[in-house]
């Protein structure tokens, strides 16, 4: 019996080890994993250097349909709330970059757009689902997930921007 | 060399039973770990499998009119999903 036992505890670690490969999922409280993703133009922008102002983080991509939804209302919380201290960043996972340019031309972005073909970051995120969002505060702290985009979510996140931003 | 020296020395030696509880529990784990492995595509990874040539039913319109023809031609309905349950109904 002893060898049965050896061998349960071999399955067990090899069990363990492959758990520890899955990531937790980023929550509210939780520090915001620290990203440095380039744009468009080559230039690169990392999260730690937005410190001091409120980050919205979407996770998009070209092939997502509530993606092209939520595009026009982040244009509209950027055009709004930019100058009271929203920073809003579009991290792209498309895995070809010429999907996510046609998608940019058909839907353009007033917010800032960097690229992670890589999936580096989604990861890190453990995102759950396509688009996530993630409401960053100005210490570097998650504050608030969506996962996906429905009308009935923006009014309740409009509302959480507002809360977090100055008073004007 | 007669032959049961010769059947005597190929034999396989014989295996002592919690060796081979043993190992056929560690071939288990295994084999059970590779299957671990094999991850399903991660939410930011599926987009391949957006693609209208990777839907089970790519065209919805023209399912539905192959189907209409299928169940006159065929005189039956049903078993393509919730279309209607045999009953003739619909």
């Not at chain 1, 993606?67 to 509209?76: A, D, I, K, L, T």
């Not at chain 2, 192959?66 to 078993?79: D, L, M, R």
Request: one cysteine or more; a positive charge; glycine letters at 10%.
């Amino acid at each position: 019996m002893t060898g049965l036992r050896g061998g349960a505890r071999v399955a067990l670690l090899v069990a363990a080890i492959l758990q520890a490969g899955a990531a937790l999922s980023v929550g509210a409280g939780d520090a915001a994993p620290a990203f440095v993703l380039p744009t468009a133009s080559g230039e690169t922008i990392a999260l730690e250097k937005l410190r001091g102002r409120l980050v919205y983080v979407d996770f998009w991509a070209s092939w997502c349909g509530p993606c092209r939804r939520s595009f026009p209302w982040m244009n509209e919380m950027q055009q709004k709330y930019g100058a009271r201290g929203l920073t809003i960043v579009g991290i792209n996972v498309d895995k070809r970059r010429p999907d996510a340019e046609r998608f940019l031309r058909q839907t353009p972005a007033i917010f800032s757009i960097v690229f992670d073909a890589d999936g580096k970051t989604p990861e890190a995120y453990a995102v759950k689902g396509m688009p996530s969002s993630y409401l960053i505060d100005t210490a570097g702290n998650v504050v608030a997930v969506e996962s996906g985009f429905r009308d009935e979510q923006k009014a309740g996140l409009e509302e959480r921007i507002r809360a977090l931003l100055p008073p004007q | 060399m007669n032959r049961a020296a010769v059947i005597a020395a190929t034999t396989v030696p014989e295996i002592p039973m919690r060796y081979a509880l043993r190992s056929l529990v560690l071939f288990m784990a295994l084999v059970a770990a590779g299957c671990a492995t094999m991850e399903p595509p991660k939410p930011w990874e599926r987009g391949d499998l957006t693609k209208a040539s990777m839907q089970i039913d790519p065209d919805k319109l023209e399912t539905k009119i192959q189907q209409h023809v299928y169940t006159s031609k065929e005189a039956a309905t049903g078993g393509y999903g919730v279309g209607g349950g045999g009953c003739g109904c619909n």
